[in-house]
Structure formats: C-alpha cells, structure tokens
Nanobody
C-alpha cells in the first residue's frame, strides 16, 4: 500500500532554515508528481509546492516563493522541501501528498514551529 513518511520538522527561530523529507513507498514514485501542503492552526490546508514526476517543473504558493525549494530524488523515492528564511506564519503541520490515479494519499505530517 502507499505510504508517505515525513520527517525533518522542528522548532526554529525566524530567519532560520529547515529541510523536510518525505519517504514514499508502495507505488511507482518516479511516475507521479508530488506535493507539499501545510496546515496552520485554525486554518485550512494549503498547497505549498508541487514538483513534476521527473523534477523538471516546480510550482509554489505565493507565500513561499523565493524562500522554499521542492526537489526529489527518484532513486531514493524521496521528496524534499528546503525552507529558508522561515517566518512565524510558516508555522504548521507539513504534509506530503501523492495523487495516484486520482486517489489522494497523505503522510502523517511533520510539525514546524517558527518562533523566537
């Protein structure tokens, strides 16, 4: 079955960086786009970044453009989210997503807290 396992979250100060990882299994990872979402307390889940199956195309939400970078290593079945210049408003639970044959799969999420 499809499994997505996020890691790399934590507590950081504003301006610092974090790198999230999502290890995928149970499907042909390199054939599908991957996404990172986040959900802040009391808010709806929002799309942060998308990467195409081979990693050639990426898209970002307006709030993270220029600060976050999504990448993937298809030899390791892993997608990454490099987050730089973190702000308090980046606080939330970050989820990895795979949409395989119109079915959405989610990881358990990893908590990111940006606070001084």
């Amino acid at each position: 079955q499809v499994q997505l396992v996020e890691s790399g979250g934590g507590l950081v100060q504003p301006g610092e960086s974090l790198r999230l990882s999502c290890a995928a299994s149970g499907f042909t990872f390199g054939a599908w786009p991957m996404r990172w979402y986040r959900q802040a307390p009391g808010k709806e889940r929002e799309l942060v970044a998308t990467i195409s199956s081979l990693g050639r195309n990426t898209n970002y939400g307006d709030s993270v453009k220029g600060r976050f970078t999504i990448s993937r290593d298809n030899t390791k079945n892993t997608v990454y989210l490099q987050m730089n210049s973190l702000k308090p408003e980046d606080t939330g639970v970050y989820y990895c997503n795979a949409r395989v044959y119109s079915n959405d799969f989610w990881g358990q999420g990893t908590q990111v807290i940006v606070s001084s």
